[in-house]
């Protein structure tokens, strides 16, 4: 059974720093895309940062310089490290892995969630 289980959300100042990880049990993803989603409330599910097989990533522009996504795939893990955190960064922050040959830009890309790790930042 595959699963993926966060772990590393919390409550933090603003501008302080976290890292999410995410550890796959089942399989291995090291030829699809992975990534990171976020829902705050009210609002909808999008895309924060993704990393490819080769190890190439893009962000959302309002994370950019702020965020790093990191993969490793003999630990079937892959990490979101945050700085600089402002409030607008709290949501549920969601691990996923994409379709194979999909590059998870969207949802729709995703074949597996894992269960959502809670971030609220303070100001």
Not at 66 to 94: G, H
Request: aromatic share 10%; proline share 2%.
């Amino acid at each position: 059974q595959v699963q993926l289980v966060e772990s590393g959300g919390g409550l933090v100042q603003a501008g302080g720093s976290l890292r999410l990880s995410c550890a796959a049990t089942g399989r291995t993803f090291s030829a699809e895309a992975m990534g990171w989603f976020r829902q705050a409330p009210g609002k909808e599910r999008d895309r924060v940062a993704t990393i490819y097989w080769s190890g190439s990533s893009n962000y959302v522009d309002s994370v950019k310089g702020r965020f790093t996504i990191s993969r490793v795939n003999a630990k079937k893990t892959v990490y979101l490290d945050m700085n600089s955190l402002k409030p607008e960064d709290t949501a549920v922050y969601y691990c996923a892995a994409g379709r194979l040959g999909l590059d998870l830009r969207v949802g729709t890309d995703a074949a597996y969630w894992g269960q959502g790790t809670q971030v609220t930042v303070s100001s």
